[in-house]
């Protein structure tokens, strides 16, 4: 079993920044990929970022792709989303997730665990 609990969400303007962190507690973190999601109410689920057990690879989803930036510190248990130049688009409650495997890391059914989310709203 594997806790994640987000945090860092927050009211932003258009072209602000915020960091999200996700502490995650339980069984070897270093074991799991670690992505992020987000959701607004009415859609599905939508794949933000992903990054491997080791942190060698990364992957983005076409949208924050330049401005988001998933990292993590495997002596912490804990990984971020690094998010610059936020829209107002990008409003939505944003989840981290983790799974054993990276093959499939867009796909939010993969994952096995999941943190409560994170309200992210950019706005005036």
């Known amino acids: 079993q594997v806790q994640l609990v987000e945090s860092g969400g927050g009211l932003v303007q258009p072209g602000g920044s915020l960091r999200l962190s996700c502490a995650a507690s339980g069984r070897t973190f270093s074991n799991y990929t670690m992505g992020w999601f987000r959701q607004v109410p009415g859609k599905e689920r939508e794949f933000v970022a992903a990054?491997?057990?080791?942190?060698?690879?990364?992957n983005y989803a076409d949208s924050v792709k330049g401005r988001f930036t998933i990292s993590r510190d495997n002596a912490k248990n804990t990984a971020y989303l690094q998010m610059n130049s936020l829209k107002p688009e990008d409003t939505a409650v944003y989840y981290c997730?983790?799974?054993?495997?990276?093959?499939?890391?867009?796909?939010?059914?993969?994952?096995?665990?999941w943190g409560q989310g994170t309200q992210v709203t950019v706005g005036s």
């Open positions: 990054i491997s057990w080791g942190g060698g690879s990364t």
């Open positions: 997730a983790a799974d054993r495997n990276y093959s499939r890391y867009r796909v939010a059914s993969t994952y096995d665990y």
